[in-house]
């Protein structure tokens, strides 16, 4: 169980464009879900906090205009890259937690973007 | 904030040796994950810790939540070539998780 998906599993955009990223908990409700950037051999880096119904919560230096958050379910967030460039290429990880008494929060395979 | 230093960054291993990494932290956490995460692929998780001094093992993995709440470990015993990968740790702030840096592991046939 606990099972995220990631939609799509790679992304390659032209710059200045906009590319959207589907983020879906398979088997459960995700009270909250997260997006995740990571650098080539670097660790996660936080970037939004999203529950269902209300607005993102977004990390000190994330422009929150840039990354669209819209967790428009409890099964289901998307993350928005706006106008893109090519510094924004990364891999974005989403992941969720099930709530309830034991803390688990379960990441998505990620998806890459590349902006050429 | 909060910061977790992992160590070591980086193992090179031969295939049947017991693998230690631990995570040391600033302040103290309520809960303590371990993931491990494969090139390309999202962090799978593999341990999860809520109590100080609480030891737990999945298969030939082992950890334990420090008695101090500012660490934790992770052992890996009779290492396999699949065993490769980037394993962090990870310590729970309210709703986020804070990650170490990561260990990568290299595991020689």
């Known amino acids: 169980g606990a099972v995220v998906s990631q939609h799509p599993s790679w992304v390659i955009c032209k710059s200045g464009t906009s590319v959207k990223i589907e983020c879906r908990s398979l088997?459960?409700?995700?009270?909250?879900m997260f997006w995740y950037r990571q650098f080539p051999k670097q660790s996660l880096m936080l970037m939004a906090t999203s529950n269902e119904g209300s607005k993102a919560t977004y990390e000190q230096g994330v422009e929150k205009d840039k990354f669209l958050i819209n967790h428009a379910s409890l099964t289901l967030s998307t993350l928005t890259v706006t106008s893109a460039h090519p510094e924004d290429s990364s891999f974005y990880i989403c992941s969720a937690t099930t709530g309830g008494g034991f803390y688990e929060q379960y990441f998505g395979p990620g998806t890459r973007l590349t902006v050429t | 904030g909060q910061q977790l230093n992992q160590s070591p960054q980086s193992m090179f291993i031969q295939e049947g040796e017991d693998v230690s990494m631990n995570c040391t932290s600033s302040?103290?956490?309520?809960?303590w994950l371990w993931y491990k995460q494969d090139p390309g692929e999202g962090p799978v998780l593999l341990i999860a810790l809520y109590k100080a001094g609480e030891l737990t093992s999945n298969g030939r993995l082992t950890a334990q939540f420090g008695i101090t709440r500012k660490d934790s470990f992770l052992n890996i015993s009779a290492s396999i070539p699949s065993d490769v990968g980037i394993y962090f740790c990870?310590?729970?702030?309210?709703?986020?998780?804070?990650f170490g840096q990561g260990t990568e592991l290299s595991v020689k046939p």
């Open positions: 990870a310590g729970r702030e309210g709703e986020k998780l804070i």
């Open positions: 302040s103290i956490f309520n809960t």
């Open positions: 088997d459960f409700q995700a009270t909250t």
